[in-house]
């Protein structure tokens, strides 16, 4: 299968500027988190602030030192990453197993930096392999949402009867 990562007719000079590009995307990636931090700043009213950082819980304890309660900024279970996030995911992954049993493979996947997509992508522009990762993570993943869709499709791991 081919897998068309850039278009022919285009030329970014930011894609070509090696490892200036990786810094662009930290930089990018930076902003974002600062906007959305900045948002949850800014809105934390709209979060259910007071139950959040805990002062009822402490006060249902018999704690008199409110110094040590609560935090300034309190971040809602959906910033990717919090510890909220992080909790709902393990309560979530609990929940599943719980539902339909524990997993009986781990499977892992890895990446081959030798693969004809990535090589195809990085030759003609005389790009070494860190210049741009970002094709070397977008290979990966189109290889593996692949292997997901081969297992779904061909019911490789379970029968239709036990669904």
């Known amino acids: 299968m081919v897998v068309k990562l850039e278009k022919d007719n285009e030329f970014g000079n930011i894609v070509h500027a090696d490892r200036l590009f990786q810094q662009f995307l ?33 006060i249902n ?18 910033f990717t990453g ?23 493979l781990f499977i892992t996947m890895t990446c081959n930096v030798n693969w004809h997509e990535i090589c195809d992508a990085l030759g003609p522009k005389g790009l070494s392999l860190l210049d741009r990762l970002d094709i070397v993570c977008r290979v990966f ?16 791991f379970w029968s239709n009867n036990c669904r």
């Open 141 to 156: 993943k189109i290889k593996l949402d692949q292997m997901i869709t081969y297992f779904e499709k061909n019911n490789f």
């Open 26 to 58: 930290v930089d990018y990636n930076t902003m974002i988190e600062a906007q959305r931090l900045s948002f949850i700043r800014l809105n934390k009213k709209l979060i259910h602030y007071e139950i959040l950082n805990g002062l009822q819980e402490a």
């Open 82 to 104: 919090g510890m909220r996030y992080m909790f709902n995911n393990c309560q979530d992954s609990m929940t599943i197993c719980k539902r339909f049993s524990y997993p009986d």
């Open 61 to 78: 304890r018999g704690e008199t030192d409110p110094s040590c309660l609560g935090r300034r900024v309190v971040l809602p279970s959906s």
